[in-house]
């Protein structure tokens, strides 16, 4: 994904050259960057300090407001739908009646753009396969009938104790389909229905504090506008940071699949995030826009085509039934997923929640104003109709077919053949290679060393891109608003992207990942909900508008109407030449 196009416009007063320490946002830039650079000095100087207190924060977290988490992702879709099928979808994006910026086939392509980045690639096989190895505490599949169901040879029996390795592989699509659906999305539509809106509509820059300006005032242009872009810096900041660890220790399992490397270490993992970061500092340093936008056209290519690949030489008609299955599974269960927080699964159920569903909700959350800004900008001249529409439906209905696709075929090497995906640790218990599951998959395949060489190629090139558009939202939000910010701001931002995801991969590896993205949502979720009551007051008060506007027109038209069938009547006199009103007949 990368920011290609910029908005210009801009706050009254901020145009001009600036003298480097001036062209950035003090009140906003130095608190965040003490911020996340303090984060970074703890977890390098005491990792194992830093991991216990980012778990303890998660525990508490998932114990404590879990089930807030499950509520206002569900309420942002509630918002989403309410917005775009009432009568506020009809109002456009734009300061005029204009057309849509980019053409439809391309704002589509942008959208999916916006959502297929590192982490589809990582968890593409490795959820599902993590859901069938260990289901969800709901199922009732203890741990000895768990453990039973693949302790024979080549894949799994047809049942596996309480419940059938089927209905398990269903449960696994579903599951997966509700934390990469809708719901994700509609936490993007809250954001950047917000963010364009604001820009697009009311020519403001591009700054979070904005889209709270309806609700607060003039109160946005001081400490506490400074707040809310703060937490969505150090929000996309640890999104980006968190995406961008997946990324590498994912390439280091390549690496190692392909015998290139030993087994990775964290050297290797430190060694590769300063690689790649320093790529993408080049990238920030030269601004080719144009040659970040052809490497995220050809990142799309490459996943098509991967994924078509996968699609044709795997176990073809089973996909595509799969898929099919999976979409009336997934909004036949919608409901019920959407509020379940496992409350009767006691710590089982807590642990999962935080590995799973909370998971997902703080990294969406926390990725918002990334991709809020992006979706925002390519989406002048649409109503809210087609903004809510296609920000929900398109993403969500490609990235069904990536998980069909690739999850499933994982999931039908364990049923059908010969497995080998999932297999028992040292304790008995089910496990899955999540970072190098996909690279087995692909190893299955005809020809499939050289699509794990090529699968390489596109995590980096998403590594590289992600960084690139990260560090240039991160530093308009640090720069007042600025579409143009600084060069230096930006490696800076960059670099410190680098410098989070290394902290975190020390700090405690994958699992530290997750927990960070739990912990740093939860400050910019309340943002979130003030933005929703934000922009349902602006557009309550636009539509109060248009109405009078409306009745005054048809009353105008009511009256000519009812004024010309009295003159042809004959019961009153039509105007006169000097442009005197009609006036009615006297009787003589």
């Known amino acids: ?168 592989a269903e449960q696994s699509m579903v599951q997966t389909f509700l934390h990469w659906g809708i719901h994700p999305w509609a936490i993007y539509v809250v954001v950047g229905l917000a963010v364009a809106y604001m820009v697009h509509r009311k020519g403001k820059s591009i700054s979070i504090r904005w889209v709270l300006q309806p609700l607060l005032g003039d109160k946005v242009k001081g400490p506490i506008g400074d707040a809310v872009d703060i937490a969505a810096i150090v929000g996309t900041l640890f999104g980006v940071a968190t995406s961008l660890g997946f990324g590498v220790t994912q390439v280091a399992s390549g690496l190692s699949f392909l015998e290139i490397v030993d087994e990775p270490t964290d050297l290797l993992l430190v060694i590769l995030i300063g690689a790649i970061t320093l790529v993408a500092i080049v990238s920030v340093v030269t601004g080719v826009k144009r040659g970040i936008k052809y490497l995220s056209n050809t990142n799309m290519v490459i996943a098509a085509l991967i994924m078509l690949f996968v699609l044709f030489t795997g176990p073809t008609l089973y996909l595509l039934r799969d898929f099919v299955e999976n979409i009336g ?45 992006f979706i925002a900008r390519i989406s002048r001249g649409r109503t809210i109709r087609e903004f809510v529409a296609g920000v929900l439906l398109v993403p969500t209905a490609l990235s069904f077919l990536w998980f069909t696709v690739f999850g499933g075929s994982g999931i039908f090497r364990e049923l059908f053949g010969g497995g080998g995906l999932v297999t028992l640790n040292e304790d008995g218990d089910p496990t899955v290679a999540t970072e190098g599951s996909l690279f087995t998959v692909l190893d299955g395949l005809p020809g499939g060393t050289i699509v794990i060489g090529i699968t390489i190629i596109l995590i980096v090139l998403f590594f590289v891109t992600s960084s690139d558009s990260g560090s240039l939202v991160v530093d308009m939000l ?44 939860l400050p910019f979720s309340v943002v979130m909900l003030a933005m929703c009551v934000s922009t349902l007051k602006e557009l309550r008060q636009e539509r109060a508008i248009m109405l009078r506007i409306q009745r005054r027109q048809q009353r105008e038209e009511i009256t000519e109407h009812v004024s010309q069938n009295l003159i042809e009547e004959g019961l009153v006199e039509p105007n006169g030449g000097d442009g005197s009103k009609a006036t009615a007949k006297t009787s003589r």
């Open 1 to 168: 994904m990368s920011l290609v196009a910029e908005s210009s416009a801009a706050e009254p007063g901020t145009a001009g050259p600036q003298p480097w320490y001036k062209a950035i946002h003090g009140p906003v830039f130095w608190p965040s960057a003490v911020i996340i650079a303090g984060f970074v000095l703890f977890a390098v100087i005491a990792p194992d300090t830093a991991n216990e207190t980012i778990t303890n924060v998660q525990t508490f977290i998932v114990e404590k407001v879990g089930w807030y988490y499950t509520i206002i992702v569900s309420l942002f879709v509630v918002f989403s739908l309410w917005v775009g099928l009432g009568h506020y979808g009809d109002i456009k994006l734009s300061p005029q009646d204009e057309e849509a910026e980019f053409g439809l086939g391309s704002w589509f392509a942008m959208l999916f753009a916006a959502g297929m980045g590192i982490g589809l690639v990582f968890w593409g096989v490795a959820e599902p396969l993590n859901h069938f190895a260990n289901p969800k505490p709901s199922l009732g599949v203890d741990a000895e009938s768990n453990a039973a169901r693949f302790a024979g040879e080549g894949g799994v029996d047809a049942t596996g104790g309480p419940v059938s390795n089927v209905d398990i």
């Open 478 to 521: 640090a720069s007042g608003g600025d579409p143009e910010p600084p060069t230096w701001s930006r490696v800076f931002w960059a670099s410190m992207e680098g410098l989070v995801a290394i902290a975190l991969l020390l700090a405690g590896g994958l699992a530290a990942l997750q927990m960070m993205a739990i912990v740093i949502a």
């Open 329 to 373: 599974l997934y909004l036949q269960n919608l409901l019920q997923l959407s509020f379940d927080t496992t409350a009767n699964e006691g710590p089982s159920g807590a642990s999962w929640q935080g590995s799973w569903a909370m998971f997902y909700w703080g990294w969406w959350i926390s990725w918002a104003p990334f991709v809020g800004v």
